[in-house]
């Protein structure tokens, strides 16, 4: 069993910057993907972004993917410990307002979320105008 749970979300004006974290507990894989989603009100969760993990004790790189809509904004990484990522969100938008979902799948980076095997339970974020 694997527990995620996010952190940070908040209310920034539009142009502001937030960033999220994700820290993973529980079974550790060798090989695995850690994705950003989010939700709108009345709209499909979608996807953000996603980092691979490339195993090993070390980071030692891994691919990454993102949303056309964030790109150039929004940036995915891992921190010191193998089982935490962010998500540095810059040129916030109020089109950005959603829950945001932290999601975690065994293998390679995808943007499809029924891929993904474990869910935290979201942080709000709201970009005012």
């Known amino acids: 069993q694997v527990q995620l749970v996010e952190s940070g979300g908040g209310l920034v004006q539009a142009g502001g910057s937030l960033r999220l974290s994700c820290a993973a507990s529980?079974?550790?894989?060798?090989?695995?993907?850690m994705a950003w989603f989010r939700q709108a009100p009345g709209k499909e969760r979608e996807f953000v972004a996603a980092?691979?993990?490339?195993?090993?004790?070390?980071?030692?790189?891994?691919?990454?993917a993102y949303a056309d809509s964030v790109k150039g904004r929004f940036t995915i990484s891992r921190g010191n410990a193998k089982n935490t990522v962010y998500l540095q969100m810059n040129s916030l938008k109020p089109e950005d307002t959603a829950v945001y979902y932290c999601?975690?799948?065994?293998?390679?980076?995808?943007?499809?979320?029924?891929?993904?095997?474990?869910w935290g339970q979201g942080t709000q974020v709201t970009v005012s105008s």
């Open positions: 529980g079974r550790t894989f060798s090989r695995y993907a």
């Open positions: 980092i691979s993990w490339s195993g090993g004790s070390t980071w030692s790189g891994g691919s990454t």
């Open positions: 999601a975690n799948k065994v293998g390679v980076v995808t943007s499809n979320r029924w891929e993904y095997e474990y």
